[in-house]
């Protein structure tokens, strides 16, 4: 179908993810990915499931129900079983809303469990372009973050069979179960044949996915962008004597080893975000110096990174391509990031951050007291960012992409 396009212009576009709000990375570059290309004149229709928190959309009726994981039994054990499989009404939705649309490319997003890659068939069978952004390891992982106990671990990227083994998921026999039959339903060989592209993020994510037996045919590199972000000022020398962070609050980010660190110093750290252990954390380091702030909306983090006198990326699982890190250096905030996943993709070494050794909190103590003393231009980090993560530079490589180039 995309033969008969000679510019990019009036191309008809199916977003698929399974949220509709904010609620994560995957989901805000969906939203924001949505603006850009109905700002550069394209159609666009999106595909999620049904939810409370989604926004209003021209295509919500043909959103399939939502199904939920935290509470299973009754008639709601069929749905939570079969749903990561592709279950009759997924499928049924998918197909009706690609009848109706006719688009001439399906990006997929995070699908996995709520939507499931069988829209890749549905779409592929169609003769479909598929595009497919890989926001997580889930392709090779079935617990999605390559984490065993707490430990990095690549067991399942040869062999799925693991995560039942050692009961990946919640540490329950049934969730652990149920990932691995969807692993097991959606092999490496499916997915690649559905898929036309697979867009990493970083290169990191782009080595992984090799690592677990995916072609490099397959895979193009082609990191996230910034959109509303842009520095109302000139000034980006404007600093306040705080460092931040902003990210969801739980273990994998590494936030309780941050505050391990900065209880040590007499420097102010402010934490932007909420998550399963904010209570918690919040009523052991709460302090004169530390402060959570909860949550706060775009605007909001905005003013936080931009008076920053740095952001920390303290992450113990392999971050893909952090948006709180390309937003920061954005704004012309250097970035104190652990040495791990594809956070030292966006750092150059004293120019525009550093980098320290994921889960040690001795040497974050250490680093943050060298943020301090660094002499940082603001202003070339900020040039560089926008050049590099701008919204027209993302947009012209994801035509090519799009357009088989």
Not at 33 to 53: D, M, R, T
Not at 164 to 173: A, G, T
Not at 183 to 188: H, I, L, Q, T, V
Request: proline fraction near 4%; include cysteine; charge should be positive.
């Amino acid at each position: 179908m995309l033969q008969n396009f000679i510019t990019f212009a009036s191309m008809k576009i199916l977003l698929a993810n399974k949220f509709y709000y904010p609620r994560g990375g995957d989901c805000i570059y969906t939203l924001h990915l949505e603006s850009l290309l109905k700002s550069k004149g394209h159609k666009v229709a999106v595909f999620a499931i049904q939810h409370p928190k989604n926004q209003p959309n021209a295509f919500q009726s043909y959103f399939p129900s939502e199904v939920s994981y935290s509470s299973v039994g009754g008639k709601n054990l069929a749905k939570v079983v079969l749903r990561p499989l592709g279950t009759k009404d997924v499928k049924q939705k998918f197909t009706a809303i690609l009848n109706d649309f006719q688009p001439d490319v399906v990006h997929l997003n995070n699908i996995h469990t709520h939507l499931s890659p069988v829209l890749a068939e549905i779409a592929h069978k169609k003769q479909i372009r598929v595009v497919w952004t890989i926001h997580d390891y889930k392709l090779l992982c079935p617990r999605y973050d390559c984490l065993k106990n707490g430990i990095h671990c690549r067991l399942c990227f040869s062999n799925k069979i693991n995560v039942l083994k050692y009961r990946c998921m919640k540490n329950s026999l049934f969730a652990s179960a149920l990932a691995y039959l969807e692993a097991k339903k959606w092999s490496k060989e499916k997915l690649e044949k559905y898929t036309d592209v697979f867009i990493c993020p970083s290169e990191f994510m782009k080595s992984q996915m090799l690592a677990g037996g995916f072609s490099e045919k397959k895979l193009t590199v082609l990191p996230n962008f910034v959109s509303g972000m842009e520095n109302d000022s000139t000034d980006y020398g404007k600093r306040e004597d705080y460092y931040c962070f902003i990210g969801r609050i739980s273990e994998e980010k590494g936030i309780e080893t941050l505050l391990q660190a900065a209880q040590q110093l007499p420097h102010s750290l402010k934490i932007a975000g909420t998550g399963p252990l904010f209570d918690e954390l919040k009523s052991r380091y709460a302090s004169d110096t530390i402060e959570f702030l909860g949550y706060l909306n775009r605007e909001e983090v905005k003013a936080l990174i931009e008076k920053a006198c740095f952001s920390v990326i303290p992450s113990e699982w392999y971050e893909n391509n952090p948006l709180s890190g390309i937003e920061s250096l954005y704004l012309g905030t250097p970035v104190l990031g652990a040495n791990i996943g594809g956070i030292p993709e966006l750092i150059e070494k004293s120019h525009t951050g550093l980098l320290f050794e994921s889960g040690n909190n001795t040497d974050l103590k250490n680093k943050i007291e060298e943020m301090y003393r660094t002499a940082f231009d603001y202003a070339y980090i900020a040039q560089e960012a926008q050049r590099n993560y701008s919204s027209d530079n993302y947009y012209s490589s994801l035509m090519n992409i799009y357009c088989g180039k």
